[in-house]
């Protein structure tokens, strides 16, 4: 049930853009992006919900596309602070019983 | 904002005895709790569902007696790695939703080495 992530890594230089996908196997109630620094907890960025609602920080975007069960998340003009493991998490069933993506490097050199 | 803490953030104890992590939800009630373990360089693997006031619901291929969970209250959650052994080295972290708002907060993790 864990989704598949591409790429694995990517590097960045500042300012650069990046595209991070998630696939799943799954119908799904929603899609949850996280970034997680070494040793430190995930830290929530966006939800997508079906149907088209999106929660989210104001400088990270997403889409959702309910047929394919697919999600990309956008990171324009990226900044050192974006480095991190980002993870989808998918949710089948609306109660957050969300599947972890296989994850993401992420790193933006100056 | 929404603020989960586990204690203790880490621990090393020796193959065989028990160890207790406590999830709590600092200025809000959670009814539900997840937890997941993360092997170094590896994603999150959802654990269990941790229900207030009942039992929890674990995740295929985890021992429901090797990783006790209990849900005391709307505020605290707690996972009891029993017997524990060098496999069961790991780091554990829990989650609780925040609101109802589908945004689930994540407790700093605890490292669990056993010798």
């Known amino acids: 049930q864990q989704p598949v992530q591409s790429p694995q890594a990517v590097i960045l230089r500042e300012g650069e853009d990046a595209v991070i996908n998630c696939s799943s196997s799954k119908a799904l109630y929603s899609v949850h992006w996280y970034r997680q620094k070494h040793g430190e907890a995930p830290v929530f960025l966006m939800i997508l919900l079906k149907g088209g609602e999106q929660k989210g920080h104001e400088k990270i975007s997403a889409s959702f596309n309910e047929k394919k069960q697919q999600s990309s998340l956008y990171l324009t003009a990226s900044q050192l602070s974006y480095s991190g493991t980002y993870f989808c998490g998918t949710d089948q069933t609306g109660a957050n019983n969300l599947f972890f993506g296989t994850g993401t490097r992420l790193t933006v050199i100056p | 904002g929404a603020v989960v803490s586990q204690h203790p953030s880490w621990v090393i104890c020796k193959s065989g005895t028990s160890v207790k992590i406590e999830c709590r939800s600092l200025?809000?009630?959670?009814?539900?709790m997840f937890w997941y373990r993360q092997f170094p360089k590896q994603s999150l693997m959802l654990m269990a569902t941790s229900n207030e006031g009942s039992k929890a619901t674990y995740e295929q291929g985890v021992e429901k007696d090797k990783f006790l969970i209990n849900h005391a209250s709307l505020t605290l959650s707690t996972l009891t790695v029993t017997s524990a052994h060098p496999e069961d080295s790991s780091f554990y972290i829990c989650?609780?939703?925040?609101?109802?708002?589908?945004?689930?907060?994540f407790g700093a993790g605890s490292r669990l080495t056993v010798l």
């Open positions: 200025d809000f009630q959670a009814t539900t």
């Open positions: 989650s609780a939703d925040y609101s109802g708002a589908n945004v689930l907060t």
